[in-house]
């Protein structure tokens, strides 16, 4: 379990504090990024379609990347803010099994951990605006991340330090879900890598069995067994999460997007979109970044 946790990483994007008021108001977000509140005054709302968090003064609260969320404020709310992205040697989620609204109470050490990182990150806060959506744009997102390289390596590994020690709260939730599987096979986890790696190129469960000199069918019955679907649906899921990812962060058209993403026909692709994220990408670009 150690070994399987410790090839996740992540890297900050955003931090500050920020008061907030009715004006917070915006619906079904989905940030390719995490994001972590603390919040310390005021009440709010998250929402998403199975759950509700009332934001309350001594709660932390973690939204995992790409899981739809509504944000409101009837009146005021004060909140620390996290937001950083997540990358793994193998292309999987530590949150895959955990896509909703997590909520634990916090401790003064919590507190001492968010001014740290606001110490040591200057200048990482999302001045111009507070809508979610303003502050997803490529050149923006790009920017903080590019912000990490810049640091001291003492204050960029303390960063990864703090943001770990925010997560473990999570992990330590009844709510958290850890994979009920066995260790992933090499093969299966090579795969995962390669298919992560080549979205755009034409991928068949026969290429990938062969890559991985295995029958097709024992292939496609042990990559379900560990991944949870059978290859095709695998590499649809990944190759739609990509396509939210530059929708949201580029501007690309959903041409460009197909392509890149390895979908042979524009509307093969939309069709596809809205079956897995039930908008059309159209709909899903306008809902999740500004205009």
């Not at 992205?85 to 050490?109: C, H, M, Q, Y």
Request: proline letters at 3%; hydrophobic letters at 35%.
């Amino acid at each position: 379990m150690i070994r399987s946790i410790s090839k996740f990483t992540f890297s900050l994007l955003n931090a500050d504090s920020l008061q907030l008021n009715k004006t917070w108001n915006y619906k079904n977000i989905i940030s390719p990024f995490y994001r972590l509140y603390l919040i310390d005054g005021g009440e709010g709302t998250l929402k998403t379609k199975e759950y509700s968090h009332t934001l309350q003064k001594g709660y932390l609260y973690l939204i995992p990347a790409f899981t739809i969320c509504n944000y409101s404020c009837a009146k005021y709310l004060h909140q620390y803010y996290l937001h950083f992205t997540e990358e793994s040697t193998d292309g999987t989620s530590l949150f895959t099994w955990n896509r909703k609204i997590f909520k634990v109470p916090a401790n003064r050490s919590h507190v001492v951990n968010f001014k740290r990182i606001l110490q040591i990150n200057p200048g990482r806060g999302l001045i111009k605006s507070k809508d979610p959506k303003d502050y997803e744009r490529g050149t923006i997102l790009y920017g903080f991340q590019e912000l990490n390289n810049l640091l001291p390596v003492s204050a960029y590994l303390e960063t990864q330090g703090i943001i770990l020690q925010l997560l473990s709260r999570f992990l330590a939730s009844e709510d958290f879900e850890f994979e009920k599987k066995d260790v992933i096979p090499s093969k299966i986890s090579n795969t995962i890598h390669y298919i992560q790696t080549n979205l755009q190129q034409n991928l068949t469960v026969a290429d990938l069995a062969a890559r991985a000199n295995l029958n097709g069918d024992y292939f496609s019955r042990i990559f379900a067994e560990h991944m949870g679907d059978r290859p095709l649906p695998y590499i649809q899921l990944k190759r739609i999460e990509r396509a939210q990812f530059l929708m949201i962060t580029s501007d690309l058209s959903f041409t460009e997007i197909a392509v890149q993403t390895g979908f042979e026909t524009l509307s093969y692709f939309s069709r596809i979109f809205k079956k897995v994220i039930g908008q059309a990408p159209s709909q899903y670009r306008r809902n999740n970044r500004s205009v």
